[in-house]
């Protein structure tokens, strides 16, 4: 259905909690690049795929200049969809397409909006446990390309997205693959230790 996104480079990737239809929503601003226009048109097809239109924005007045903010559950399908777009977000984090790490931006957004847009739920609990993270903790979700307070079909939308790319059978590496399913273990125990919201 959709090209191999073989030129897909992602050139900004933060956390974003922006108002939809007078409600805060949490989500991401994504902005990317492809180098072959049928790249290009197949991702904005995938990314208008997302559900309904209150999971994705193209936005123009985006603080730091346009991008498309799209919200949690649609960045988690997002990831399902794109097999490129894990690798993608990663060389992103790890510094290429921007002066400053994009890791530590992704990450000091994250506190930031984490803090102060009061979000609801679970992950908002976490969000303040985020701050006092293990580094084993903070490593998994860096592994997996994910804020602390990521929802949990976010956080499984990404690992079932790195096991597709690093699996053996699909061409990918074993190391890299048990790398993966171990962060998502260190995940899923500090998931279990976090005291729930009713």
């Given at each position: 259905?959709?090209?191999?996104?073989?030129?897909?480079?992602?050139?900004?990737?933060?956390?974003?909690?922006?108002?939809?239809?007078?409600?805060?929503?949490?989500?991401?601003?994504?902005?990317?690049?492809?180098?072959?226009?049928?790249?290009?048109?197949?991702?904005?097809?995938?990314?208008?795929?997302?559900?309904?239109?209150?999971?994705?924005?193209?936005?123009?007045?985006?603080?730091?200049?346009?991008?498309?903010?799209?919200?949690?559950?649609?960045?988690?399908?997002?990831?399902?969809?794109?097999?490129?777009?894990?690798?993608a977000i990663r060389a992103f984090q790890q510094g290429s397409g921007s002066s400053e790490s994009?890791?530590?931006?992704?990450?000091?957004?994250?506190?930031?909006?984490?803090?102060?847009?009061?979000?609801?739920?679970?992950?908002?609990?976490?969000?303040?446990?985020?701050?006092?993270?293990?580094?084993?903790?903070?490593?998994?979700?860096?592994?997996?390309?994910?804020?602390?307070?990521?929802?949990?079909?976010?956080?499984?939308?990404?690992?079932?997205?790195?096991?597709?790319?690093?699996?053996?059978?699909?061409?990918?590496?074993?190391?890299?693959?048990?790398?993966?399913?171990a962060a998502h273990d260190v995940i899923e125990h500090w998931l279990d230790s976090q005291p729930?919201?009713?």
């Amino acid at each position: 259905m959709y090209s191999t996104f073989a030129t897909l480079r992602v050139v900004r990737y933060e956390r974003a909690a922006i108002s939809v239809n007078y409600l805060q929503r949490n989500g991401y601003w994504f902005a990317f690049r492809c180098d072959d226009s049928g790249d290009f048109t197949d991702m904005v097809a995938a990314i208008k795929s997302l559900c309904h239109r209150g999971e994705y924005q193209w936005r123009k007045d985006a603080p730091g200049g346009q991008a498309w903010w799209i919200s949690d559950l649609g960045m988690g399908r997002l990831l399902a969809l794109v097999p490129t777009l894990p690798a993608a977000i990663r060389a992103f984090q790890q510094g290429s397409g921007s002066s400053e790490s994009g890791r530590s931006r992704f990450r000091g957004s994250n506190a930031h909006r984490a803090s102060s847009a009061g979000t609801a739920g679970a992950s908002s609990s976490r969000a303040t446990a985020a701050h006092s993270l293990s580094p084993k903790v903070r490593d998994a979700f860096e592994v997996l390309c994910l804020a602390p307070n990521a929802p949990k079909p976010i956080i499984e939308a990404a690992w079932r997205a790195w096991l597709k790319l690093t699996h053996p059978d699909a061409g990918g590496d074993l190391a890299q693959a048990k790398r993966v399913n171990a962060a998502h273990d260190v995940i899923e125990h500090w998931l279990d230790s976090q005291p729930h919201v009713a």
